[in-house]
C-alpha cells in the first residue's frame, strides 16, 4: 500500500517535527564529536536509530524503511566503495614495488618544506582527482601521499579534506552543476558562472587556512609568494574556465595550471626557512637522492596512467558508448520501496510518486578505471599476478570497518530522504525568510553532510533552492548557486570522506578524531559563504549573472 510522506507528522508542526527527525543527526554528532565512538559503531548505532526514529515520527512503515536502508547500503558499496578499494589499492601497489620513495623524493625536491608540499599535493594535484573523478578519491590518494611523505595521520587525513573545498562544485568533470540543471531546468553554463562568483573567493582562501593549521600564522610569512601564486592561479583558471567553457573542465584546468604554475614558481624561489613538523626541526637538511628522469617517471608513471584513464571515463562519448552498450545492471523498480512512497506539498505542486531504483554501472564507473588503472601499472611497475591479488587482499583487509561504516551513511541518507526527514529539514530552513539566503549554503552543507555527495545535494535540494528564491524575489541563481558552494565545504565534514581519510592513513576507529578536527573549519567556511550569499542576493546583485533560459 503507498504511503505518503508527511513533513507535519508530530503536533502539525514543521519545527517539532524536524527536531524529533533530526535525533540520530545529533546522535551522529555526538557519538563522532563528543564520545569519539569508533566510525563503524557510531555507523552502526546511527542506522539502528534512525529506523526506530523514522518509523515512530514520521510513521514510515517498517518495510518501506527497511528497503531504503538496503538501497543505500547497496549505493554506498557501489559506486562509492569500489572507488575507495581501487584507489588504495593503486597507493599500495605502488609502495609494493618500492616506488613510494622515488615520488616522495620528487615532491621534496621540489620543495623540502611541509607547507610546500601540503599545496601541491593536498590543493593542486587532490583539486585534480576531484575534477577528473570525485566521490572520495582525493581524498584517499591524497592523505595517502602526504602520510608517505611524513605527515602524521591526524594532519594527513585533515588537510586532505579541509583541501577538498574549492573544487567540489566542479567535481567529476561537472557531474553537481550538471545535475542542478536538470533539477532547476536552468541552464548548466549559467549555473557555472554563478558558482564562480563564490568559489574562487574559497579558492584563495583555502592554500592560506592550510598553512595556518599546519605552521600557524606566523608560518604564512615565508612562503607568502607561494601561497598567494598557488591559489590566485586556481582561482582564476577556474573562474576563467567556467565563465566561458562550462562545467566540465574548471577543476581540470585550474588544478592542473595550479600545480605546474606552481612548481615552476618553486624552481625560480625558495623560502628563508624551511618548515618541518617539531620532531624534524633538529634535524639536518637531508640530501634527496638523485633519480633519472626515467625513474621518476616509472614511479609517477600510475598516476599518469590514473590521469589518462579518468578522462576518458569522464568524456560524454565514453559514457553514451557504456550506456548503448548496457553494460550495466540495473533494478528498475527497487523491491518493497518503488512506487510505495509519495511526495507531497510544498515540496512538490500534487503528490509524485518517489521512485526506486538501482543501476551498477560497473563498466563506466570511476572505480572501475582506477582498476584498470591498478593493472596496468601492475605491468609497468613488473607485479606479478599473485603478488597483485597478494597485495589485494591486504587492502580489502585495511577497509573492512570503513566498509561499514560509509554503508550506514548511505543506508541512513536514503532513510533520511524517503522518510521525508531530508526534505522536512529543508522546509524548516526554508521558513527562514529574508534571512534564506544566509542558510542557502547551509542547506547545500547539510546535504552533503548527509549523502557525502554535492551531487546528491543538488538534486535534493538544487529545486527547493530555487522555488524559495523566487518566493522572496530573489535571483535563484543566488540560491542555486549556493546550494553548489556550501556542499563543496560540507564535503570535509562528510561521514562517508572521513570514513576513506581515516582508511588511507591507518586511522580506522579514529574518525571522531577526524570528524572533530575539521568540523569547525567547515562550520566557519559555510558560514562565510552564507554571508558572501546574502550580501549578494541584497547588497551586490550585479555581481551574479541573470537567468536568461527558460525554466521548464
Not at 138 to 164: D, Q, R
Not at 173 to 180: D, L, S
Not at 430 to 455: M, N, Y
Request: proline letters at 5%; charged letters at 10%.
Amino acid at each position: 500500500m503507498p504511503w505518503t510522506q508527511n513533513y507535519f507528522a508530530v503536533g502539525n508542526s514543521l519545527a517539532l517535527t524536524a527536531l524529533a527527525g533530526a535525533i540520530p543527526i545529533f546522535y551522529f554528532f555526538w557519538a563522532l564529536a563528543i564520545k569519539k565512538m569508533k566510525g563503524h559503531i557510531a555507523g552502526l548505532t546511527t542506522l539502528a536509530l534512525s529506523i526506530i526514529d523514522v518509523i515512530i515520527v514520521f510513521k514510515m512503515p517498517f518495510g518501506l524503511a527497511i528497503s531504503a536502508t538496503l538501497l543505500g547500503i547497496v549505493n554506498g558499496l557501489f559506486p562509492i566503495l569500489w572507488i575507495v578499494i581501487t584507489a588504495l589499492f593503486l597507493y599500495n601497489l605502488v609502495v609494493e614495488a618500492g616506488q613510494f620513495d622515488i615520488i616522495k623524493n620528487s615532491i621534496a625536491s621540489i620543495s623540502p618544506d611541509r607547507r610546500l608540499q601540503t599545496l601541491l599535493i593536498a590543493f593542486s594535484f587532490g583539486a585534480f582527482l576531484e575534477g577528473a573523478a570525485g566521490f572520495g578519491i582525493p581524498v584517499a590518494i591524497t592523505s595517502a601521499l602526504l602520510i608517505g611523505l611524513g605527515f602524521e595521520p591526524l594532519y594527513a587525513a585533515g588537510l586532505s579534506l579541509v583541501a577538498n573545498t574549492a573544487p567540489v562544485a566542479f567535481g567529476g568533470i561537472g557531474i553537481p552543476v550538471v545535475t542542478m540543471a536538470g533539477v532547476t531546468g536552468l541552464d548548466s553554463n549559467l549555473i557555472s558562472r554563478a558558482v564562480v562568483h563564490q568559489l574562487p573567493l574559497i579558492a584563495i582562501i583555502v592554500p592560506f587556512y592550510l598553512v595556518i593549521l599546519l605552521a600557524g600564522w606566523k608560518g604564512i610569512k615565508d612562503v607568502l609568494p607561494a601561497i598567494l601564486v598557488n591559489a590566485f592561479s586556481f582561482a582564476i583558471l577556474q573562474w576563467g574556465t567556467a565563465m566561458y567553457l562550462g562545467a566540465n573542465l574548471p577543476d581540470i584546468v585550474a588544478s592542473l595550471g595550479s600545480l605546474l604554475i606552481t612548481a615552476l614558481f618553486l624552481k625560480a624561489w625558495k623560502p628563508k626557512n624551511i618548515w618541518r613538523f617539531p620532531h624534524e626541526r633538529d634535524t639536518a637538511i637531508i640530501e634527496h637522492t638523485k633519480y633519472s628522469g626515467a625513474q621518476i617517471f616509472k614511479a609517477w608513471s600510475p598516476f599518469v596512467i590514473l590521469t589518462a584513464m579518468v578522462g576518458i571515463w569522464g568524456t560524454n562519448g565514453f559514457k553514451t558508448w557504456a550506456d548503448k552498450s548496457h553494460l550495466y545492471l540495473l533494478i528498475k523498480s527497487w523491491p518493497g520501496l518503488d512506487k510505495l512512497v509519495y511526495k507531497t506539498a510544498p515540496i512538490v505542486a500534487k503528490p509524485a510518486i518517489y521512485a526506486a531504483n538501482y543501476r551498477m554501472d560497473f563498466v563506466a564507473a570511476a572505480g572501475t578505471a582506477i582498476l584498470l588503472t591498478c593493472i596496468l601499472s601492475m605491468i609497468v611497475l613488473q607485479i606479478s599476478p599473485s603478488r597483485g591479488l597478494k597485495v589485494f587482499g591486504a587492502t580489502f583487509k585495511q577497509l573492512i570497518y570503513p566498509i561499514i561504516t560509509v554503508s550506514c551513511v548511505l543506508g541512513f541518507a536514503f532513510i533520511a530522504n524517503y522518510s521525508g526527514l531530508s526534505f522536512t529539514l529543508a522546509l524548516l530552513l526554508a521558513k527562514t525568510g529574508q534571512a534564506f539566503p544566509f542558510f542557502s549554503p547551509i542547506l547545500g552543507w547539510f546535504g552533503v553532510f548527509l549523502t557525502g555527495s554535492d551531487t546528491s545535494s543538488n538534486a535534493l535540494f538544487g529545486k527547493l533552492q530555487q522555488v524559495t528564491a523566487t518566493q522572496l524575489h530573489i535571483n535563484p541563481l543566488v540560491t542555486v548557486a549556493g546550494n553548489c558552494s556550501g556542499g563543496g565545504v560540507g564535503k570535509m565534514i562528510s561521514p562517508q570522506s572521513i570514513a576513506v581519510g581515516a582508511a588511507t592513513t591507518n586511522m580506522v576507529g579514529r574518525e571522531g578524531e577526524i570528524f572533530k578536527f575539521s568540523l569547525k573549519h567547515s562550520v566557519l567556511f559555510v558560514c562565510l559563504l552564507g554571508v558572501l550569499v546574502y550580501l549578494q542576493a541584497y547588497v551586490f546583485p550585479w555581481m551574479m549573472p541573470t537567468i536568461s533560459t527558460v525554466m521548464h
